[in-house]
Nanobody, 122 residues
């Protein structure tokens, strides 16, 4: 069974940067499409970005130009570089494996990590 584990969250000031990691078990990581979502308490899980196994990526408008996905298939790891962070980026961030359907809907993903907290202070 594939497992995803996020890390790299923390506390950062407005305008700062963080890099999140999503480490996957399994030998077929290179074939996975992996998405990032975020969620604040009491709110819906919100789409952030997806990295296709072919190498392309798509970003939500709210993070476009500030966040960048990269992948290291040799390490079975996906990264989310977050720059120019804002207080409204404060959330728990999750990575998940895309299984099909509309990529910005969270029910299109079947395996989720446990999440990592990102807090941006003003």
């Amino acid at each position: 069974q594939v497992q995803l584990v996020e890390s790299g969250g923390g506390l950062v000031q407005t305008g700062g940067s963080l890099r999140l990691s999503c480490a996957a078990s399994g030998r077929t990581f290179s074939g996975y499409h992996i998405g990032w979502f975020r969620q604040a308490p009491g709110k819906e899980r919100e789409y952030v970005a997806i990295n296709w196994s072919s190498g392309g990526s798509n970003y939500a408008d709210s993070v476009k130009g500030r966040f960048t996905i990269s992948r290291d298939n040799a390490k079975n790891t996906l990264y989310l570089q977050m720059n120019s962070l804002k207080p409204e980026d404060t959330d728990v961030y999750y990575c998940a494996r895309y299984r099909g359907g509309t990529y910005y809907f969270n029910n299109s993903y079947d395996i989720w990590g446990q999440g990592t907290q990102v807090t941006v202070s003003s």
